[in-house]
Nanobody
Framework: QVQLVESGGGLVQPGGSLRLSCAGSGFASRDYSIAWFRQVSGKEREGVSCINTRDGTTYYMDSVKGRFTISRDNAKNTVYLLMNSLKPGDTAVYYC???????????????WGQGTQVTVSS
């Protein structure tokens, strides 16, 4: 069974940075994509970023391009999301997910972490 655990969320001022971690175990060979999603209460969950754990190919949603960086450490079975220049609009619960297809759409992902809260406020 795939297990994913997010960490690194917290409260940060606008313009600050956080690094989220997603530690995984039990991956199948088909689970080559790891994604970060975020959700605000009352809003749809949106795909923030994803990475192909085999070749490192990355995707970012437009609003985070140039500010967020996704990376992986396959030896540690961990994917990171470095978030720089944070804005209040980045406030959300952030989830990591593992799936078969390198896309940032929810339907492609089978396994999810519990989420970690990111709050950007002065």
């Amino acid at each position: 069974q795939v297990q994913l655990v997010e960490s690194g969320g917290g409260l940060v001022q606008p313009g600050g940075s956080l690094r989220l971690s997603c530690a995984g175990s039990g991956f199948a060979s088909r689970d080559y994509s790891i994604a970060w999603f975020r959700q605000v209460s009352g809003k749809e969950r949106e795909g923030v970023s994803c990475i192909n754990t085999r070749d490192g190919t990355t995707y970012y949603m437009d609003s985070v391009k140039g500010r967020f960086t996704i990376s992986r450490d396959n030896a540690k079975n961990t994917v990171y999301l470095l978030m720089n220049s944070l804005k209040p609009g980045d406030t959300a619960v952030y989830y990591c997910a593992a799936g078969r297809i390198w896309v940032a759409t929810m339907s492609a992902y089978n396994d999810w972490g519990q989420g970690t809260q990111v709050t950007v406020s002065s």
